[in-house]
């Protein structure tokens, strides 16, 4: 079974920078698997932020940004806000199925 | 402005069944591929499965853990979409959303499978 690992949590400062990535258990994450990213609140429903790898939906803040980095996918987020702390998901497509993440608990602090 | 609103959860037995609805609007419904997703408790998100517009198709794909148990289904004529859960284990005990494209979700239904 195709697992998508990304890190259980990371810590930043507001007003810093992370990066967050997401590996697939088969090999390289390519765009053909259509990376996408979402940010998910507790009692909230989850926010689409990123498809497509690198392509912003019209709400999305542009101190977030996609990319690929060293065969994984990545979300960076620039100039941190207290407000970004959340859980934060990627989904890789694999022959059309969707594969979460685990999910990485973003702290501010 | 797009609107999702989950419904037919609750409480159900173990080995029984369920369908859950998604009433769609503020979209044109006919045009898009909708996809269902859920959340376990003190678990991540977990994709569920998609079916396609039908002028794409309108066929539908699954996750591995919940082919053959798991029907994605559509009503264009209604704007609905459905999710039918056969075989119900306590595993299936999860907030369920109803998400277009994944740009848009629902605020999501309860199902508690318990006896």
């Known amino acids: 079974q195709t697992v998508v690992t990304q890190e259980p949590s990371l810590t930043v400062s507001p007003g810093g920078t992370v990066t967050l990535t997401c590996a697939s258990s088969?090999?390289?994450?390519?765009?053909?698997?259509?990376p996408n990213w979402f940010q998910h609140k507790p009692g909230q429903a989850p926010r689409a932020l990123i498809y497509?790898?690198?392509t912003k939906h019209s709400w999305t803040p542009a101190r977030f940004s996609g990319s690929l980095l060293g065969g994984e996918a990545a979300l960076t987020l620039s100039g941190v806000q207290p407000e970004d702390e959340a859980d934060y998901y990627c989904l890789l497509y694999y022959d059309g199925a969707g594969v979460f993440g685990g999910g990485t608990k973003l702290t501010v602090l | 402005e797009v609107q999702l609103v989950e419904s037919g959860g609750g409480l159900a037995k173990p080995g029984g069944s369920l369908r859950l609805s998604c009433a769609a609007s503020?979209?044109?419904?006919?045009?898009?591929?909708m996809n269902w997703v859920r959340q376990a408790p003190g678990k991540g998100l977990e994709w569920l499965a998609r079916?396609?517009?039908?002028?794409?198709?309108?066929?539908?794909i699954y996750a591995a853990p919940v082919k053959g148990r798991f029907t994605i289904s559509r009503d264009d004529s209604k704007n609905m979409l459905f999710l039918e859960v056969n075989s119900l284990k306590s595993e299936d005990t999860a907030l369920y959303y109803c998400t277009t494209d994944l740009s848009h979700w629902g605020q999501g239904i309860v199902v508690t499978v318990s006896s």
């Open positions: 088969t090999g390289a994450v390519t765009s053909g698997h259509d």
């Open positions: 497509g790898t690198n």
């Open positions: 503020g979209f044109t419904f006919t045009d898009a591929w």
């Open positions: 079916i396609k517009s039908k002028s794409h198709g309108g066929t539908a």
